[in-house]
Each structure stands twice: as C-alpha cells, then as structure tokens.
C-alpha cells in the first residue's frame, strides 16, 4: 500500500552517499522531508536539489531533516552529491531496485525509477504531505515544502 496522508510513512533503511545507514527512525523526533528524484545529472533533478540545498537553512528552521532518495546505485549518488556539495543525504534505492520508492507508491515500473514525489512527516512520521509533479520533466513546487512544514 503507497504512503497516504495521516498513515505512518513506509519504514525504510537505505546507505547514503557516504555508505552511512539511514533509517525512518533516524528521521523521527523532527520533522522529515523524503525526496523521491528520478535521475541524477539531469536537468530539473539538478534543479530540485539545488534548491533543496540553498533553502536547507530554512528548511531545518522549520524543524525538518531532508533526505532524497534515488533508485540509483552509491557510486552515482556520492559523485551527484559531491559535485552538487548537496549536504543532507542522499539514499540510494538501487537494490532491491527501486523497493523504498515502490513502498511509497514513488516509482515508474515502465522506466525503472522514481517519480517525482515528495513526502513531509511530522515528528512521529506520520505523512503530513505529499509533493509531487505529474510530468517526469516538471520541477515540484519547491514553496510546498515550507508551507507544509510551516502547517505541521
């Protein structure tokens, strides 16, 4: 079943670009923003985690931890993230391919990846919001986030 509003978001354990494990429960105690990307290196991905970079400040002032999530391998997300000097995690969902993103009803089976969905938890990870972009090539509107955080 996909992660709804006012359910308990899908548990996961993924490495992040660092090999670091990081958990649901790592995020629970504040709030949480799960960034689901499709592909790395591409324009509007970049984009996105652009902005997630230069407005983490605000972000973290509203209480939130920020996260994304890529089906791709750890490799591809370390170098995204050292080239991008993106400071929050980046998770890999490589293997089993694209399970987490599947979990949260965030992944396309016709191209293999994640689709662009975004979930904010409040502290007891309970999904508050969900972002997300019907078109693969449109950016989410990244102001959702700092009203759904400001409402939790």
Known sequence: MPAVVGQPAPDFSLRDQSNNTVSLADLKGQKALIVFIPFPFTGTCD????????DLGALEGLGAKVVIIT?????????WAEEYKL??????????????????????EQIGSAVRQSF??????VVREIVKSEQLG???EHQAYARALAAI
């Not at 694209?98 to 979990?103: N, S």
Request: charged content about 15%; aromatic content about 10%; overall charge neutral.
């Open 87 to 108: 400071q929050f995690p980046v998770l890999t969902d490589f293997w089993p391919h694209g399970a987490v993103a599947q979990a949260y009803g965030a992944f396309n």
């Open 71 to 79: 089906v791709h391998a750890g490799p591809t997300n370390r170098k």
């Open 138 to 140: 449109q950016a989410r």
């Open 47 to 54: 984009g996105e985690a652009c902005a997630l970079r230069d």
């Open 120 to 125: 904010v938890l409040d502290q007891n990870g």
